[in-house]
């Protein structure tokens, strides 16, 4: 873990980026509901969260949160795997309409036969709380750290970040 508040903020950008840029996560309440991938979905106005997805009303994840908040959490590796993250929060269902106008694109419109006033369309909030992310620790790196007489572990120490996300 980094000692340094400046580094974590730097990591914890680079997460939000490549949420925001590669979207899938595998998201799950516990040992309530297994994870499963979902399309994260961040509001524009901000790169801390809530996180969005478009749910279906038939789904065992929706149909378990019911109209209550549950314990959540999602498992992210960017695309070029260099972030990797795992963030717990809450989540609920929220049918704000403003928010499903905002986020509607043609990719959320190929899942919902009636649009955005489809009968099967949930739209969840995610409120994240914490977050661990990781960056890049790539063993070709660590192999030329220990040619080189350094201890990648050391070094790696510096590309771990525990952050508050609220």
């Known amino acids: 873990m980094t000692d340094d508040p400046k580094k974590d ?56 949160l019911g109209q209550g908040a549950k314990d959540a959490s999602l498992h992210f ?36 036969e009636g649009g955005k006033d489809d009968p099967k369309l949930a739209l969840l909030r995610l409120d994240p709380a914490h977050g661990k992310i990781w960056k890049d620790g790539s063993s070709l790196i660590a192999g030329v750290l220990s040619i080189l007489g350094r201890d990648p572990k050391k070094d790696y120490q510096d590309n771990v970040a525990e952050v508050s996300l609220r």
């Open 77 to 112: 590796v960017s695309k070029g795997h260099d972030i990797w993250a795992t963030v717990s929060g809450t989540i609920r269902v929220d049918n704000n309409r403003a928010m499903i106008d905002a986020l509607w694109n043609p990719h959320v419109a190929a899942w919902y």
């Open 9 to 64: 903020a730097e990591i914890e950008a680079r997460f939000w980026a490549a949420l925001r840029k590669d979207m899938t996560v595998m998201l799950g309440l516990g040992s309530e509901i297994e994870s499963r991938p979902m399309t994260a979905q961040l509001a524009d106005d901000g790169d801390h969260g809530p996180i969005w997805f478009f749910g279906n009303t038939e789904s065992d994840l929706v149909e378990h």
